[in-house]
């Protein structure tokens, strides 16, 4: 998969899977928003409870899809970001490495930091996060290239120095 397929197919994937935590997210928050703003005046009657409950659902179904949006743009937005870093990295290096992964992850990770103006130990530990998902990725990606019997070139620079036993 070359570096262009792999950045749509990142950014898709996970933007889908941010929408369906966000639909989840916002539903529940819409449904409790829903609840608490009407406690005072609960229905008594069932026609009452009925439309109480069709109302609810409509609210649940709003806050979904407000959700799914929001997080989905954000989670994609994220990995867009780390997709694209990643890949002018592995275009400067000249090849797939997972220095550039783990570049990106930290890169990313302070981004976030600084747009979302984190604390000092939140902006830590985002990247702590950003640095493990970078040597996560970009030891995945080396092992399938090395699988594929092309080994990456931090093993093949090992591999020279060190003699063979």
């Given at each position: 998969m070359g570096p262009a397929d792999r950045i749509v197919a990142m950014a898709m994937v996970s933007g889908g899977v941010g929408a369906v935590c966000g639909a989840y997210l916002g539903g529940q928050l819409s449904g409790r928003q829903y609840l608490a703003e009407r406690a005072h005046r609960l229905p008594t009657t069932v026609e009452g409870w009925f439309f109480y409950q069709k109302w609810k659902?409509?609210?649940v179904l709003l806050g979904g899809m407000k959700g799914a949006v929001r997080y989905g743009?954000?989670?994609?937005?994220?990995?867009?970001?780390?997709?694209?870093?990643?890949?002018?990295?592995?275009?400067?290096?000249?090849?797939?490495q997972m220095a550039s992964s783990v570049i990106a992850g930290a890169a990313t990770a302070v981004g976030i930091s600084l747009i979302a103006k984190l604390p000092k130990s939140s902006a830590r530990r985002a990247g702590v996060a950003g640095l493990g998902v970078?040597?996560?990725?970009?030891?995945?990606?080396?092992?399938?290239?090395?699988?594929?019997?092309?080994?990456?070139?931090?093993?093949?620079?090992?591999q020279r120095r060190l003699p063979a036993q």
């Open positions: 659902n409509y609210r743009g954000r989670i994609g937005g994220c990995v867009l970001a780390y997709s694209l870093i990643e890949a002018g990295l592995d275009r400067a290096l000249g090849e797939a970078g040597l996560v990725t970009g030891a995945m990606q080396d092992g399938l290239r090395w699988k594929a019997g092309s080994p990456p070139a931090y093993i093949v620079w090992a």
